[in-house]
């Protein structure tokens, strides 16, 4: 099983940024579509970005022009840049990989933005 592990959360103002990253253990980590969720407290988990083998990237409409996802293979990382953050992106923030049979997530980091 492909482990991965988030960092990067935390607590932020409102208009401020953060950089979130999520390695994976895997060596087929080329292969993965990655992506990003998230889960606010009494809401369901929900899609952030996502992004391909081939880098072809989706964003949730809630994000767009503020978010950026990105992968480094060479790292086995994902990346999601956030810009211009707002109170209602607080959330737990999950990574995802996908591939074949393998579906596997991460534990979460936690980000909060204040007003």
């Known amino acids: 099983q492909v482990q991965l592990v988030e960092s990067g959360g935390g607590l932020v103002q409102a208009g401020g940024s953060l950089r979130l990253s999520c390695v994976s253990s895997g060596r087929i980590f080329s292969s993965f579509a990655m992506g990003w969720y998230r889960q606010a407290p009494g809401k369901q988990r929900e899609m952030v970005a996502t992004i391909t083998s081939d880098g072809t990237t989706n964003y949730a409409d809630s994000v767009k022009g503020r978010f950026t996802i990105s992968r480094d293979n060479a790292k086995n990382t994902v990346y999601l840049q956030m810009n211009s953050l707002k109170p209602e992106d607080t959330a737990v923030y999950y990574c995802?990989?996908?591939?074949?049979?393998?579906?596997?997530w991460g534990q979460g980091t936690q980000v909060t933005v204040s007003s």
């Open positions: 995802n990989g996908r591939w074949l049979i393998y579906n596997s």
